[in-house]
């Protein structure tokens, strides 16, 4: 995979990380309940949850490329589609997506536990690959091409979620993520649209 074609990858699963949601209350709120180790049990077990998603989207777009390209098509473009209303209810969100979250007593264990809880009981992660990948396997993808893409996916969301988790110790930093949600919510909204836009117009290989 060109250097190239990665760094937009990167970018674009390091914005979805960012974003503020369901998962960075869950870490933010194991973190304050129970530290820092938590914190990182939640952000890990979350990341490969994620990493989870991903791999099964890489193997099974391959699939759907070679042996039903009309069906590719149609996932492909309700990916799209989901991408776009997420961009329209990030930018909607405003001030009022603002992170809140409030601590609760947590061991180690539970905290990976509703990481990977988290990460597997949101389907629409699915879609949220399905489109974004499309632009970049192909039929013909190596194995260590797909490795590269899941590998990009679990490292950045972990790394991110580590990197809260181990700020938060800091108490500048949740009042640093309150303060500049909207600003997040508005990039990664229109990061979102303007992914949905290339989804359809086609891929970028």
Same mark, same amino acid.
């Given at each position: 995979?060109?250097?190239?074609?990665?760094?937009?990858?990167?970018?674009?699963?390091?914005?979805?990380?960012? &974003?503020?949601? /369901? &998962?960075?209350?869950?870490?933010?709120?194991?973190?304050?309940?129970?530290?820092?180790? /938590?914190?990182? %049990?939640?952000?890990?077990?979350?990341? *490969?949850?994620?990493?989870?998603? %991903?791999?099964?989207?890489?193997?099974?777009?391959?699939?759907?490329?070679?042996?039903?390209?009309?069906?590719?098509?149609?996932?492909?473009?309700?990916?799209?589609?989901?991408?776009?209303?997420?961009?329209?209810?990030?930018?909607?969100?405003?001030?009022?997506?603002?992170?809140?979250?409030?601590?609760?007593?947590?061991?180690?264990?539970?905290?990976?536990?509703?990481?990977?809880?988290?990460?597997?009981?949101?389907?629409?992660?699915?879609? @949220? @690959?399905?489109?974004?990948?499309?632009?970049?396997?192909?039929?013909?993808?190596?194995?260590?091409?797909?490795?590269?893409?899941?590998?990009?996916?679990?490292?950045?969301?972990?790394?991110?979620?580590?990197?809260?988790?181990?700020?938060?110790?800091? &108490?500048?930093? *949740? /009042?640093?993520?309150?303060?500049?949600?909207?600003?997040?919510?508005?990039?990664?909204?229109?990061?979102?649209?303007?992914?949905?836009?290339?989804?359809?117009?086609?891929?970028?290989?």
């Amino acid at each position: 995979m060109p250097f190239s074609l990665w760094i937009s990858l990167a970018a674009i699963c390091a914005m979805g990380a960012m &974003s503020p949601g /369901p &998962s960075l209350a869950m870490v933010l709120r194991h973190t304050l309940g129970g530290g820092r180790v /938590p914190g990182i %049990a939640a952000a890990i077990s979350h990341a *490969l949850g994620v990493g989870l998603y %991903a791999l099964l989207t890489v193997w099974g777009l391959g699939e759907l490329i070679v042996r039903f390209p009309t069906l590719f098509q149609a996932v492909t473009w309700g990916g799209a589609a989901y991408l776009a209303w997420l961009g329209i209810k990030a930018l909607r969100a405003g001030r009022g997506g603002a992170v809140n979250a409030q601590a609760v007593a947590t061991t180690r264990g539970q905290a990976a536990r509703d990481g990977m809880l988290v990460a597997l009981a949101n389907p629409k992660l699915i879609l @949220f @690959f399905v489109a974004l990948l499309s632009q970049y396997v192909t039929p013909d993808m190596s194995l260590a091409a797909r490795a590269i893409i899941v590998l990009t996916a679990v490292i950045i969301d972990g790394g991110w979620y580590v990197l809260v988790a181990v700020g938060l110790s800091h &108490s500048r930093v *949740l /009042p640093w993520l309150q303060a500049r949600a909207h600003w997040i919510n508005r990039i990664t909204g229109l990061l979102l649209l303007a992914l949905a836009l290339r989804v359809v117009s086609g891929p970028i290989l």
